[in-house]
C-alpha cells in the first residue's frame, strides 16, 4: 500500500481557494487517487478520484503531479462547511482504503 | 436515498456487557464495510463482505468482536464482552462494487455509532 503525507493542518480565509497537497511517492501505477473528507461528527465522504489528469467535479478539482507522486485537492471558493479533515488516499486495486490522519482544515469567516 | 443507516447512534455500556451495532446499506450496493475509529489509531477497517459474504476479517481485534451479514440489507457487528478499549465511533459503508478493478468504487459512509464502555 502506498504510503501518504498530508499537512496535519491547515487554515483558509472563506471565499478563497484552498490547496490541499498530499504525497504519495510510493504509489504504483494503477494506483487511483481517492480523496476522502469528514465533517465533524459525521462518516467520511467522497469528494473526488483520478488516475493521471486533472480532475474536476461540482466539489472540487484534483491536481495531479505529472509523475504521479503527489496531488492537490483544490477547493475553489471555500466556505465555513468545507471545514473537516481531507484524506488522500491511493486505492491498489482492493477495497482496503487506508485512512492516514489527513489535513484538519479550518476556515475563517 | 436514505444513504447507510446505522443504530443506535450513540452507546453507552458497562464492561462485560454485550454490545450489538446494526447497519443498513444503501439499497443494491453489494459490499459493506465496518470500521472503527479511534483517537490513536485513526479509521481502520474492521471487516469486509461481499454479497452477504465475509471476504476479509483480518482487521477484526479478537475474537470478542464478530460480524455477520444475514442479508443484503442487514448486518450486524457484535462485541462480548465489550471492554473499555473498545470504545469509538464505529461506521458501516457500504457500495455497488462492479468487479475488478475495485479502485474506482466509491464507499458510502454512515453516520456512525459512538460507542462508550464504562
Known amino acids: 500500500d502506498a504510503k501518504t503525507t498530508q499537512p496535519n493542518s491547515m487554515e483558509s480565509n472563506e471565499e478563497e481557494p484552498v490547496h490541499l497537497p498530499c504525497n504519495h511517492s510510493?504509489?504504483?501505477?494503477?494506483?487511483?487517487i481517492h480523496w476522502y473528507r469528514q465533517l465533524p461528527s459525521q462518516g467520511p465522504e467522497y469528494v473526488i478520484h483520478g488516475l493521471t489528469s486533472n480532475v474536476n467535479n461540482r466539489m472540487a478539482s484534483l491536481a495531479i503531479a505529472e509523475d504521479r507522486k503527489s496531488s492537490t485537492l483544490i477547493l475553489h471558493r471555500a466556505t465555513l462547511r468545507d471545514a473537516a479533515v481531507y484524506y488522500c488516499?491511493?486505492?491498489?486495486?482492493?477495497?482496503?482504503?487506508?485512512f492516514g490522519t489527513g489535513t484538519r482544515l479550518k476556515v475563517l469567516a | 436515498d436514505a444513504g447507510v443507516i446505522q443504530s443506535p447512534r450513540h452507546e453507552v455500556t458497562e464492561m462485560g456487557q454485550e454490545v450489538t451495532l446494526r447497519c443498513k446499506p444503501i439499497s443494491g450496493h453489494n459490499s459493506l464495510f465496518w470500521y472503527r475509529q479511534t483517537m490513536m489509531r485513526g479509521l481502520e477497517l474492521l471487516i469486509y463482505f461481499n454479497n452477504n459474504v465475509p471476504i476479509d476479517d483480518s482487521g477484526m481485534p479478537e475474537d470478542r468482536f464478530s460480524a455477520k451479514m444475514p442479508n443484503a440489507s442487514f448486518s450486524t457487528l457484535k462485541i462480548q464482552p465489550s471492554e473499555p478499549r473498545d470504545s469509538a465511533v464505529y461506521f458501516c459503508a457500504s457500495t455497488l462494487t462492479s468487479g475488478s478493478p475495485l479502485n474506482t468504487d466509491t464507499q458510502y459512509f454512515g453516520p456512525g455509532t459512538r460507542l462508550t464502555v464504562l
Open positions: 510510493t504509489i504504483s501505477g494503477t494506483d487511483y
Open positions: 488516499i491511493p486505492l491498489s486495486g482492493t477495497y482496503k482504503y487506508i
